[in-house]
T-cell receptor, first 115, second 112 residues
Framework: DTAVSQTPKYLVTQMGNDKSIKCEQN?????MYWYKQDSKKFLKIMFS???????INETVPNRFSPKSPDKAHLNLHINSLELGDSAVYFC??????????????FGPGTRLTVL | DAKTTQPNSMESNEEEPVHLPCNHS???????IHWYRQLPSQGPEYVIH???SNVNNRMASLAIAEDRKSSTLILHRATLRDAAVYYC?????????????FGKGTKLSVIP
């Protein structure tokens, strides 16, 4: 069974389009995250949700809007896509919010290419 | 989160031990040392974490210097599957340490 899954795995789209990436975890975790890995391979946190509430919102353009319909899902919607949005987006989850020893489990990533 | 310094890359022969160093000279007394790795085209995965004492699990061992200013991740017998980028991350035990702050990591190559 896949612990953290993301769809789609690949997403190719034109500038200006709106797209969504879905994430689901079946681990029963309370906290979910979105990370972005750019072309230089740096991984940076974007958002974190705990029990469907936003707890981290790093400096991310407001074209990016996370939505958590329930604890097991955290989707990422991106409006008006730009070339610089091209990256790999990883979803992750952890059992305990803000716990310094908790383990984060990552999904396989969604490679977004904006043309 | 405090900063860590790791070599950009390392090589190891298959079936030999690998020692991956991490310097964290500004570590505070409440920082935990975590290691994650990212295999090619995959998401990061947890490897091990510790505070002061050395730690062992099925994947690796973590040796922490007595002054805690450095640590070493030890893979006892490298396999081709261990080729990955290894990240050493400090996490404050204070409340609100939600995200992982990734650095550049060490790219480990395993030679058959």
């Amino acid at each position: 069974d896949t612990a953290v899954s993301q769809t789609p795995k690949y997403l190719v789209t034109q500038m200006g389009n709106d797209k969504s990436i879905k994430c689901e975890q079946n681990l029963g975790h309370d906290t979910m995250y979105w990370y972005k890995q750019d072309s230089k391979k740096f991984l940076k946190i974007m958002f974190s949700y705990n029990n469907k509430e936003l707890i981290i919102n790093e400096t991310v353009p407001n074209r990016f809007s996370p939505k958590s319909p329930d604890k097991a899902h955290l989707n990422l919607h991106i409006n008006s896509l730009e070339l610089g949005d091209s990256a790999v987006y990883f979803c992750a989850s952890s059992l305990i919010s803000g716990e310094y020893t908790d383990t984060q489990y990552f999904g396989p990533g969604t490679r977004l290419t904006v043309l | 989160d405090a900063k860590t310094t790791q070599p950009n890359s390392m090589e190891s022969n298959e079936e030999e031990p690998v020692h991956l160093p991490c310097n964290h000279s500004t570590i505070s007394g409440t920082d935990y040392i975590h290691w994650y790795r990212q295999l090619p085209s995959q998401g990061p995965e947890y490897v091990i974490h510790g505070l002061t004492s050395n730690v062992n699990n099925r994947m690796a061992s973590l040796a922490i210097a007595e002054d805690r200013k450095s640590s070493t991740l030890i893979l006892h017998r490298a396999t081709l599957r261990d080729a990955a980028v290894y990240y050493c991350i400090l996490r404050d035990s204070g409340a609100g340490s939600y995200q992982l702050t990734f650095g550049k990591g060490t790219k480990l190559s395993v030679i058959p």
